[in-house]
């Protein structure tokens, strides 16, 4: 059997690489970046999965190791990179309400705020380990930042990232402190594929009408084989 | 004060000395290669400091005694600083050498005679270039206060000597937090020595130089003193990094042999994180100097969670 402590030493690693990427993805303007650093991310979490199944041995944890992999870490990067490369928009600069540097210090303070919350918590409900509290903090902290990236991005592209990363930080709360039924994740990810496919509309636009939609899409060359040119 | 500590007094400030110019030649190699130039040799720097050495010094006109001492008080400040971050053989700390806020001060007063001289000298670009280092210290300031204070909560000590013992003994990576202190103290040493994207160290444009402005009116031997004092910044703060993130090679107990290893186990990880710096040199452009605080925003934010995540676990 693998050591305890050895498997608290690597998670941990796993859950700063998780704040790591939750940092640039906050505050990068590059857009090409921000969706391998999202593929990065959930594949951490992948590991976080495979880890607690060695140690637990609960087939649904390997499950939800795969289908993560499956979708997160392949289907929905793979898909956002291509729309990325026809609508060639490669930067986003703009923001609402708060820069970058302000999202990050705020994430600061959000992350005090729950861990001052969550140990309240903790403290009433006795025999949690300090390994799963840390995971359910970050987990939280992890679906904030997402969201301060929902609500300060105006690029819809980001936006949707944003959104993927807020259920990140749900994946890893449920990995770490409630086991949710396998059922509802297999839904959440269809969702989220369908989200993706949603962000090809927002991305284009939504103000248009459906004739003049059409037409920006075959502007932007998108669901059709031939090239830009 | 034992032989074994005034060993490692003599045998510190020698490697320090004798290694920086190397460093400093390797950063400027990588960027040659990935610019696909050949680059100058890596004993360039070598050259010119002797070159410079045998050079007579003018001075201009209406510069005061703050210009004459400068160069004077940046060696010296950065020599003492270099006794308190071991780079091969951590002897036992005598007479607080090793306190990391001391060294902090010491960097601080080099840099604080820096910016009078480039002041002294009553040029324009000097002016400049002083105002740009005061300013962006004034942001930076916190965050490596912040830094700091993280390292010392880490390892529960404020010297630099028990520090390296601790990650010696310990081992690689013996706390996750070590990463985001990596992170934030790569950003530092960027940001310390006038790297890109906060300077660039080869420009003597007048619109963005910072560390070259103030150096500017210097000449002959006392140019060299403060290339030499900016040289050893930069292996001192690369020693703190390395020291502290991949210990192996640190020797604790003073022997030829181990000596020898650990000075070559330095040199070649110094080699390594010097390419390091000149690749992540080469692959960004000068930021926006207004833009610069989303870069300290960084490693303020990494060293305030490493801070919060000792407490949490």
Known sequence: MIDPAYVEGFVKILFVCVIVTAAYIISTRNLLTLVSVYAAQSFILVLMALTLWAVEGSPVLLAIAGITFLSKVLIIPYFITSIQEKIRIKRDLRF??????????????????????????????????????????????LMMMGMMVTFSRKRAITKVLGYLTMENGVLLFGLFVTELP????????????????????????????????HQRIHRFYLWEDEEAP | MSADFILYLIINTL????VSPLFVSLVKKVKAWTQGRRGPSVFQTYFTLIKLLKKEVIYATGSSWVMRITPLVNIGALLVAALFVPLAFVPEPVAGIGNIILFLYLLALAKFFMALAGLDAGSSFGGMGSSREMSISAIIEPTTVIVFAALAFVFKSLNIF???????????????????????????LIVE???????????????????????????????????????????????????LIVPFGLITVLSAAGLVAAIILFLIKG??????????ESSMAKMRFFRLPSLFAMAFFFSTLIIIIEVFA
């Open chain 2, 15 to 18: 490697i320090v000395v004798l």
């Open chain 2, 271 to 280: 080699s390594i994180l010097s390419v390091i710096i000149g690749l992540f």
């Open chain 1, 182 to 213: 396998f059922i509802i994740e297999f839904l959440i990810i269809i969702d989220l594929i369908i989200l993706v496919l949603l962000t090809t509309i927002l991305t284009v636009g939504l103000d248009s009408t459906l004739e003049e939609y």
């Open chain 1, 96 to 141: 609402h309400f708060l820069s970058p540097t302000t999202s990050l210090i705020i994430s600061i303070g959000l992350m005090l705020v729950i861990y001052i919350a969550l140990s309240r918590i903790a403290q009433e409900t006795t025999g949690t380990s300090s390994l799963f509290f840390f995971g359910a903090v970050i987990g939280i902290s």
């Open chain 2, 193 to 243: 020595t006038s790297r890109i994207p906060v300077d660039n160290p080869e420009t003597h444009l007048e619109l963005t130089m910072i560390h070259e402005g103030m150096i500017l009116e210097q000449s002959g031997r006392n140019l060299a003193l403060m290339e030499l004092s900016a040289a050893i910044k930069l292996t001192l703060l690369m020693a703190l990094l390395i020291n």
């Open chain 2, 162 to 188: 028990d520090m390296f013992a601790t990650s010696a003994t310990s081992g690689f990576l013996s706390t996750p937090t070590l990463i985001l202190i990596g992170i934030s103290l790569f950003i530092i």
